[in-house]
């Protein structure tokens, strides 16, 4: 039996009435009323627990003389946040665990995990039927410059992304999201909810956006602790790979990396072999538990098709740069500014190259300005015509770390300052700020 108790062990605490059980961090404890009855009967209501993210039943039991009884729920709780649909107690004789003297009796409470994961015996699919309704598929509009030189045109995006708030935060990639000026979240069964972008951190690939409401049905993932993931580890990925939504693909993680690349300097990667194609940006990579260990981000290929490489930005990179601390978002798509570009485009100090600006984003309030026409310059195309961003509250783009700390630290009413070039002149744009809300 030893196995089958959790690591962590609870305190009791009791008055002449109720029994309360403190379960520690790592516990989620919700709607648990336990209350004293007699010296020798306890009643449980509206148990629900879960253990490190997975579904548990609390077992009470109550020792008097040489008799133990145990109450105890006959079906799994469900977890946190989730319906409750709790079980009638029953009385059997079980071993105790820990204790707490009650008046002439002993009291002995023992908390039991019957539902440990797929480690446990959880299939794949019994994890997939309890989180993907935190799946939404989503998608975009945003506007280009035609390739002819002629007016914006419409483009649509397709990606994925994942709830992860009640209030309505969905976690997603940003080079999905980071140039649309709508966007639409679809959910399994078939609500579109309007979505915007409340903030972004392009240096890892990820965007936090905010849902207009949240379907009465949806369910919120948990987060893991990407730190402890391991290579080797079975995990699955949900998405909308070319638009197939809520499509589950199953593998393992093969490799933790930092690429340190000039694209996304901040990003910390989970490599992992799952199928991952277009339509799976944004989406979730789940561990056998059913946290979060990651966001999709891309792949490596030579066939512009899946081969093996997908890389997913860890959750906790996600955490502490859009949950903790959000990173502001502008409204901009822009190409920095270095080396070669540098000289071609005559500057004298790195900048980022404005390529379009959002509407209704505080980079409209500025007065920021995009391209105008499309060129290839070193092999690359680019949208050239548009403002040049140097600093941002006085600190160069090129710190790229220092410019996202100053935008972080503005408050509803701050003053907004950057420094642009615009038609060969250097000049200073200003507003108050006022974030996406």
């Given at each position: 039996?030893?196995?089958?108790?959790?690591?962590?062990?609870?305190?009791?605490?009791?008055?002449?009435?109720t029994l309360s059980v403190h379960l520690?961090?790592?516990?989620?404890?919700?709607?648990?009323?336990?209350?004293?009855?007699?010296?020798?009967?306890?009643?449980?209501?509206?148990?629900?627990?879960t253990f490190a993210g997975k579904p548990?039943?609390?077992?009470?039991?109550?020792?008097?003389?040489?008799?133990?009884?145990?109450?105890?729920?006959?079906?799994?709780?469900?977890?946190?946040?989730?319906?409750?649909?709790?079980?009638?107690?029953?009385?059997?004789?079980?071993?105790?665990?820990?204790?707490?003297?009650?008046?002439?009796?002993?009291?002995?409470?023992?908390?039991?995990?019957?539902?440990?994961?797929?480690?446990?015996?959880?299939?794949v699919a019994d994890v997939f039927d309890r989180v993907h309704r935190s799946v939404v598929v989503i998608r975009t509009t945003e506007l280009d410059v035609a390739e002819n030189g002629g007016g914006p045109v419409k483009m649509t995006g397709l990606g994925s992304g994942v709830l992860v708030s009640t209030d309505g935060q969905v976690l997603t990639a940003d080079h999905l999201v980071h140039a649309a000026f709508e966007i639409y979240a679809e959910f399994p069964d078939g609500a579109r909810v309007h979505a915007r972008v409340r903030a972004a951190a392009r240096s890892a690939d990820l965007a936090l956006l905010q849902?207009?409401?949240?379907?009465?049905?949806?369910?919120?993932?948990?987060?893991?602790?990407?730190?402890?993931?391991?290579?080797?580890?079975?995990i699955f990925v949900v998405g909308a790979p070319h638009g197939f939504g809520h499509t589950l693909t199953v593998?393992?993680?093969?490799?933790?990396?930092?690429?340190?690349?000039?694209?996304?300097?901040?990003?910390?990667?989970?490599?992992?072999?799952?199928?991952?194609?277009?339509g799976n940006s944004g989406g979730p990579m789940f561990n056998l538990a059913g946290e979060v260990l990651g966001i999709v981000s891309h792949i490596v290929s030579t066939s512009e098709g899946f081969e093996g490489l997908g890389f997913v930005v860890s959750v906790n990179t996600a955490r502490a740069l859009l949950l903790e601390r959000p990173t502001a978002w502008l409204g901009v798509d822009g190409v920095p500014l270095r080396g070669d570009l540098l000289r071609i485009f005559n500057l004298r100090e790195p900048g980022v190259l404005?390529?379009?600006?959002?509407?209704?984003?505080?980079?409209?309030?500025?007065?920021?300005?995009?391209?105008?026409?499309?060129?290839?310059?070193?092999?690359?195309?680019?949208?050239?015509?548009?403002?040049?961003?140097?600093?941002?509250?006085?600190?160069?783009?090129?710190?790229?770390?220092?410019a996202r700390e100053a935008l972080a630290a503005l408050k509803p009413g701050d003053l907004l300052t950057v420094?642009?070039?615009?038609?060969?002149?250097?000049?200073?744009l200003s507003t108050r700020w006022a974030p996406p809300e």
């Open positions: 039996m030893k196995g089958m108790w959790p690591e962590l062990h609870p305190t009791v605490k009791t008055d002449k009435q520690g961090p790592a516990w989620c404890l919700e709607d648990q009323d336990v209350k004293l009855a007699a010296q020798d009967r306890v009643e449980i209501k509206g148990s629900r627990i548990a039943l609390i077992a009470a039991e109550v020792k008097k003389g040489d008799e133990t009884l145990r109450s105890s729920a006959t079906a799994p709780a469900s977890p946190c946040g989730a319906a409750r649909g709790a079980a009638e107690p029953r009385l059997q004789r079980h071993p105790a665990m820990a204790k707490a003297l009650i008046g002439g009796g002993v009291l002995w409470v023992a908390l039991l995990c019957v539902a440990a994961g797929a480690s446990a015996g959880e299939a849902l207009d409401r949240v379907p009465a049905n949806a369910v919120v993932a948990p987060l893991a602790d990407s730190d402890r993931a391991r290579i080797g580890e079975q593998g393992h993680i093969s490799a933790r990396r930092s690429l340190g690349d000039d694209d996304f300097p901040q990003a910390e990667f989970l490599q992992t072999d799952a199928a991952i194609n277009r404005v390529q379009r600006v959002v509407e209704r984003s505080p980079a409209t309030a500025l007065g920021l300005r995009g391209g105008v026409a499309k060129a290839t310059i070193g092999g690359r195309t680019l949208i050239v015509g548009g403002d040049v961003l140097l600093r941002i509250q006085g600190v160069t783009v090129a710190a790229g770390g220092r420094t642009i070039v615009r038609a060969g002149e250097v000049q200073e």
